[in-house]
């Protein structure tokens, strides 16, 4: 066969290959390497149960990048969608040393870990840039804080993207006097209880794992979170609507348990570090693009999207709150808050 008919051959040959063997999963991850003597186990838990999402990405991302830093010493293992608890009981648990790595909503961890409230400030900051720089600065001050006040560490972080109002209605949500006519479902979160209350709302506090069948029963009409939880959860089911605004972003600590890295080697420890700043910034790039498809299933459904498009009035009721709250972040709250307004202050002066 000459030349020209072998390399039709080969190029018919890798056309009729099948697809399936070029979709085969990778065979060396940290999933199916194999065991070795003295390997660590890691567990690693969170509350979301979708294969793929912004929990699930930032967390298969830092238990390779551990496996990697350790030449697989240390082995994770994953539980997803609430296997272990809910975010509260699984910080606990990581503050125990009984599961080793978590993520738990800021607003949850902050009920062991005040000084977190720091960031649930209604509108301390208006953009994700601003909030990742936040996080950037002012993480190394509040890591011995939150190991002092909660026993776990945090190595990095998950943005979920900003909360949206979810609700069922002809109407849109544009005036903080129009959520008087709805039963708004709220996290458990003072802070954020008071921001609705500040907005005139009769803000209903409920726990996430309760929430489709509150809305589905009428115990609330609504509420807030990431397209990405709203549409994965499907509460299009028993919504209509979505309103953009941006007085908060869903944001969640990489957490490890001090107790289980106390007990590293300072290599190790280097490793769960560098695993966490890593993570950190891959789900700063991965979580953008995910969340346009969001948006666009979001309309696939029928859900009408729209945004606020003045949220001056917004803004000055929500901030009014925050003299009545400093409390919540600690006896030093005004100053805690203070620092993160002039981290804010430098990071626009260094974009103007």
Partial sequence: MNRKLMLGALVAALALASPAAHAEENPFTFKNLPEQPGQQRMVVAHTVNMEWSSHTAVLKRFTELVAIYTNNEIRGEIFPGGQLGGEREMAKQTRQGQIHVSLPATNNLATMAP?????????????????????????????????????????????????????????????????????????????????????????????????????????????????????????????????????????????????????????????????????????RWWQPQDEKRWWEEARKQNVIVDDIADETEWVSKARAIWPDYYDTIGPDGKDVADKALAILADYKKMKN
């Fill in 115 to 283: 000084s977190l409230n720091v960031f649930i400030l209604p509108y301390i900051a208006t953009s994700t840039e601003e909030v990742n720089y936040l996080q950037d600065q002012l993480t190394p001050f509040l890591v011995p804080r939150v190991i002092k006040e909660a026993g776990v560490r945090i190595v990095g972080w998950e943005n979920s993207g900003w909360r949206a109002f979810f609700y069922k209605s002809d109407t849109s949500i544009q005036k903080p006097e129009d959520l008087a006519k709805f039963k708004m479902r709220v996290p458990p979160n003072p802070l954020m209880i008071a921001s609705y209350k500040a907005w005139g709302a009769n803000p209903v506090p409920l726990g996430w794992t309760e929430l489709y069948n509150a809305l589905q029963q009428g115990v609330v009409e609504g509420g807030d979170n990431p397209v990405t939880d709203v549409i994965g959860m499907k509460f299009y089911e028993v919504i209509n609507r979505m309103t953009r605004f941006h007085y908060t972003i869903l944001t969640h600590p990489i957490i490890v348990s001090e107790k289980w890295f106390q007990g590293l080697s300072k290599s190790h420890q280097e490793a769960v570090l560098r695993a966490g700043r890593e993570a950190t910034d891959y789900i």
